[in-house]
C-alpha cells in the first residue's frame, strides 16, 4: 500500500508538472503571436522618419526670447509687461515631446493668450503672395502692421519647430510639410495666429494681393482666403481696401476687374463690407521702383517734353 500511494502521488506531481510547462508554453505562443500580430499597428516615433521640411531652428530658445525682449523693450515699450519668459514655456510646451503631426489648436491656446495684443484701427495689412513686399512696406511706413509686425509672428517669422516623442523632446533634423500632415505645429500655428489677428482688425483694413500670378490674385486656398477673411468683423471693419501689385516689367496677369478678383469683392458683399480696389497702389509702387528706377513703369510722367 505504501507503494501505491507513493507512485500514485508521483503521478499526480508528473500531470501536474506537465500542466504548468503546457500552460506556460501557451502564454509564451500567445505573446509572440499578439507581437506579430500588431507590429505593423504600432506607432513609429517621427524622430525614425525623414520630414521634408528643415528642422528645429538651431538655439530656438535664445531666439525667441531675444526677439520677445526686443519687440517689448525696443519697438513697443508699451507692452513691457509682458512675460516673455512665460511666453517662450507655452510655446514650448506647445509641442515638445509631442508627435509633430498631432498637433491641435488648444496646444497653442495658453500661447496666444499670453503674446496677445490689441491693433490700432486702420493699421491691419492682409497679404497674399506678396511677403516681400508688404513686409518692406511696413518697416517704411509704421501707419500699417502685417502679422508678422505683431508680437506673435514677429517672434515666429523666419524660424521653424517641432517635437518629437523620444528625447530630447524637439527634432532638429527635419519638420513635417502641410503636404506631409496639416496638424503639424507650423501650420497650426499660422492659422491660429492668422485667425486671431483678423479678429483683432478694425477700422479700415488693407489686403496687398499680387496681380502677377499665374493662378490668379486671390485664392480660396490661401491663409487670407480661407481663414482671415472670414475672421473680420463687420462689426469692427467698416472698409476692405485691396491693392492689388503688379511686379514692375513682370505680367499683369490680372486687375481689379479680374475673375478671382470679383469672387473676393463678392464674398466681402455677402458678408456686408464696403470695397475698394486699386492697381499698382502708388506708394508701394514707389517702394518697388527703388530697385528698378529707370524702369518705364516707374516714371511719374511718360509724356515728358524738354523743356524749350
Request: hydrophobic residues 35%; charged residues 20%.
Amino acid at each position: 500500500m505504501p507503494f501505491r500511494q507513493g507512485s500514485a502521488r508521483s503521478r499526480q506531481r508528473t500531470v501536474l508538472l506537465v500542466g504548468v510547462v503546457v500552460l506556460l508554453a501557451a502564454l509564451l505562443l500567445a505573446v509572440v503571436l499578439a507581437s506579430v500580430l500588431t507590429h505593423g499597428k504600432q506607432e513609429v516615433s517621427p524622430k525614425m522618419l525623414k520630414w521634408k521640411d528643415r528642422g528645429t531652428t538651431k538655439n530656438l530658445q535664445e531666439v525667441i526670447l531675444g526677439r520677445c525682449y526686443n519687440y517689448i523693450t525696443a519697438r513697443y515699450p508699451e507692452l513691457g509687461d509682458k512675460d516673455c519668459l512665460k511666453i517662450w514655456e507655452s510655446l514650448k510646451d506647445a509641442f515638445i515631446y509631442k508627435n509633430p503631426c498631432n498637433i491641435t489648436s488648444e496646444d497653442y491656446q495658453p500661447l496666444m493668450e499670453l503674446a496677445s495684443h490689441p491693433i490700432p484701427c486702420n493699421k491691419s495689412l492682409f497679404w497674399s503672395k506678396t511677403s516681400d513686399l508688404a513686409h518692406r512696406y511696413t518697416k517704411s511706413n509704421q501707419n500699417f502692421l502685417t502679422l508678422e509686425d505683431t508680437l506673435l509672428g514677429y517672434m515666429a517669422d523666419r524660424v521653424s519647430w517641432c517635437g518629437d516623442p523620444s528625447a530630447p523632446g524637439i527634432n532638429y533634423e527635419s519638420c513635417p510639410k502641410r503636404s506631409e500632415c496639416e496638424s503639424n505645429p507650423s501650420s497650426v500655428f499660422w492659422k491660429m495666429a492668422s485667425k486671431m489677428f483678423a479678429e483683432a482688425a478694425c477700422g479700415v483694413v488693407q489686403v496687398m494681393l499680387n496681380g502677377s500670378v499665374e493662378a490668379g490674385a486671390f485664392r480660396s486656398s490661401s491663409i487670407f482666403g480661407s481663414i482671415e477673411i472670414f475672421n473680420l468683423n463687420p462689426n469692427k471693419v467698416s472698409a476692405v481696401h485691396i491693392w492689388l501689385m503688379h511686379d514692375i516689367g513682370g505680367p499683369q496677369t490680372e486687375s481689379c476687374s479680374g475673375h478671382s478678383i470679383r469672387r473676393l469683392t463678392s464674398i466681402l458683399e455677402q458678408r456686408k463690407f464696403k470695397i475698394t480696389c486699386e492697381d499698382n497702389y502708388r506708394p508701394v509702387q514707389l517702394l518697388q521702383c527703388v530697385h528698378n528706377p529707370d524702369h518705364t513703369d516707374c516714371r511719374l510722367c511718360t509724356n515728358t517734353t524738354a523743356a524749350p
